[in-house]
């Protein structure tokens, strides 16, 4: 009897032995991929993003001249909620664009085949109006400023001013280079839509993305249809998938040295290609040319000013902002000034890359890159003086 009682005691301590490692190990094991999963949510883009500081703290209110610093403060603080609640959505053909917005400094309609800035035009709508489609990147998006204060609400002004009775239609988008806007010039044709006069304004976006020749995002793009695909066959299989995604493996190829996916960033899956920005920029010239010449609208070319050449400093914020996005071609700016200007032979292209050289650079640009009110309105003035000189406002 007291073998029998000795060996149930032996079983009980060794069931609950066992059940207290278990127990010890689950535990464990929950904790490292939790700990696994808040790593790579601190080392996410989007987090990222959020931990480098908010757009508001670095944009200048120097360079908004027409709003007391207070409000344009305010305004900043839009484009923080903007970046960071899912600013992009999808567009075939197109890529990554900015989303439909409200806000009292920045709305962005809904349209097709992509999302419109909202333009304040200067004067009602009127029977018979005109229509001048306005494309480029950011720059022509207006990004750092309201919506009363972007290159198209400002050239909508200087028609006005002038007599003119022209609408405004701003499709330029955060990261557009050439060849998105070819891509939107051409599904608005092929959708039926027509303009009078397309004015295309780019530069610094084609320095930096036209060496590979795909638009901005596209790793993410690729990242989120290689997850749906690791989605889709976990769905469908009865055994367990541990896909490369999978928290726990990431951090242990990140440990080991290891890059897994293809998509992990953008120099990586699409980097190995070089080609030359200004082919690929007058290959898209050419191109939107003889598009606009079948469904008879008129077209203008602007080469826009940036930070990087024609102002004191540029040297060193070629140097700076070259290193922060990875993208060498930036300290080539002066070069590619120069030789656009030799290249490019098309009678609808502009040249407006130097309109600022004898301004400050605090007070053009509201950021590193991008213009404030008064860079905005010169640079739609210089716009409107271009279209003016070929005779295309009639």
Same mark, same amino acid.
């Given at each position: ?21 278990? @127990? ?51 305004? %900043?603080?839009?484009?923080?909620? %903007? ?22 400094? @920045? ?27 306005? %494309? ?12 009363? =204060? ?34 939107? %010039?051409?599904?608005? @044709? ?9 004015? $295309? ?12 020749? $795909? ?82 609208? =008129? ?49 609808? $292209? ?10 400050? $650079? ?29 005779? @295309?406002?009639?």
């Amino acid at each position: 009897m007291s073998g029998e009682t000795t060996a149930l005691k032996r079983l009980r301590n060794g069931v609950v032995t066992t059940a207290i490692i278990w @127990l010890a190990s689950s535990i464990l094991a929950l904790a490292l991929i939790l700990a696994c999963y808040v790593f790579t949510w601190i080392r996410s883009p989007a987090a990222a993003r959020s931990d480098q500081g908010l757009y508001s703290s670095a944009a200048r209110t120097s360079a908004m001249l027409s709003l007391p610093p207070s409000e344009a403060r305010q305004c %900043f603080k839009t484009f923080d909620a %903007f970046m960071n609640d899912r600013q992009y959505r999808y567009r075939p053909w197109v890529g990554a664009v900015d989303r439909p917005y409200r806000s009292s400094c @920045l709305n962005v309609d809904d349209g097709d085949p992509v999302p419109i800035r909202r333009t304040v035009e200067a004067s009602p709508k009127r029977a018979g109006q005109k229509t001048i489609w306005l %494309f480029g990147g950011s720059t022509q998006f207006g990004w750092g400023v309201p919506d009363s =204060k972007t290159i198209a609400s400002y050239l909508s002004a200087i028609l006005s001013g002038a007599g003119a009775t022209y609408s405004v239609v701003n499709y330029g988008h955060t990261g557009l280079y050439s060849s998105q806007e070819a891509a939107i %010039f051409t599904a608005l @044709l092929r959708h039926g839509q027509r303009s009078d006069v397309a004015v $295309f304004l780019d530069g610094v976006n084609d320095l930096h993305t036209a060496p590979q020749d $795909f638009p901005l995002l596209t790793y993410r793009i690729e990242a989120g249809f290689l997850n749906a695909e690791d989605a889709a066959a976990l769905a469908s299989s009865r055994q367990i998938i541990i896909t490369p995604s999978f928290p726990p493996v990431r951090v242990l190829n990140r440990l080991l040295g290891r890059r897994v996916s293809a998509a992990n960033t953008e120099q990586e899956s699409f980097g190995h290609t070089d080609y030359d920005p200004l082919s690929i920029y007058q290959f898209n010239v050419s191109s939107i040319e003889q598009l606009a010449d079948s469904a008879n609208i =008129k077209i203008a070319f602007f080469w826009q000013p940036t930070p990087l050449d024609f102002l004191a400093g540029a040297e060193e914020r070629r140097k700076v902002i070259a290193k922060a996005l990875a993208s060498p071609q930036f300290e080539r700016a002066p070069y590619f000034n120069v030789a656009v200007r030799q290249i490019v032979k098309s009678k609808s $292209f502009h040249f407006i890359a130097d309109i600022f050289k004898d301004e400050r $650079f605090e007070s053009m640009y509201v950021d590193s890159i991008h213009y404030g009110d008064e860079g905005s309105r010169r640079v739609a003035l210089a716009i409107a003086t271009g279209l003016k000189s070929a005779g @295309l406002l009639n």
